[in-house]
C-alpha cells in the first residue's frame, strides 16, 4: 500500500500533536494537515488503497479524529470500517461521518451506493 500510514500516523503526531484520517476523500481533503485515505490514485491522497487495509495498519489507538464525507454509502462492510476505525481511535477519539438519508431522491440514481442510512442507523 503506497504511502506507509504507520509512518504518516507518527510523522503527523510529531508535526501536530494530533492525527486525523480522511477516508474516502477523492480528490479534496477537507483539513491539509490529515492523512487522506482513498481507494483512487489523486493528488490530494496520502494512501492509496482500501479504508479497512488501512485502518487495520494505522497503530492501535493512534488517531484523534476519523472523518468522512459522502464515503460510507460506497462500501459494503460498513460494519467492519466501523470496528476498524474503533480500532485505530484512542480513547475519547471521535468518528464523524456525512452521509446521504435513504429518502434523498438522488441516493438511488448513484449505482455506486450500497448502504442505506436513515435517522436511526447508528443507533
Known amino acids: 500500500m503506497p504511502g506507509d500510514i504507520a509512518t504518516l500516523v507518527a510523522d503527523a503526531r510529531r508535526r501536530d500533536g494530533r492525527v486525523v484520517l480522511e477516508l474516502g476523500c477523492g480528490e479534496y481533503k477537507e483539513n491539509p494537515a490529515s492523512i487522506a485515505v482513498d481507494v483512487l490514485a489523486h493528488p490530494a491522497v496520502d494512501v492509496v488503497g482500501d479504508a479497512i487495509e488501512a485502518l487495520l495498519a494505522t497503530p492501535p489507538g493512534s488517531v484523534d479524529l476519523i472523518r468522512s464525507r459522502h464515503f460510507l454509502e460506497h462500501i459494503e462492510d460498513t460494519t467492519g470500517l466501523l470496528r476498524a476505525s474503533r480500532r485505530?481511535?484512542?480513547?475519547?477519539?471521535?468518528?464523524s461521518a456525512t452521509?446521504?438519508?435513504f429518502s434523498n431522491a438522488h441516493f438511488?440514481?448513484?449505482?455506486?451506493?450500497?448502504?442505506?442510512?436513515?435517522?436511526?442507523?447508528m443507533s
Open 99 to 101: 452521509v446521504p438519508h
Open 108 to 121: 438511488y440514481s448513484d449505482p455506486t451506493h450500497k448502504t442505506f442510512f436513515g435517522l436511526y442507523t
Open 88 to 95: 485505530a481511535l484512542r480513547d475519547g477519539g471521535s468518528f
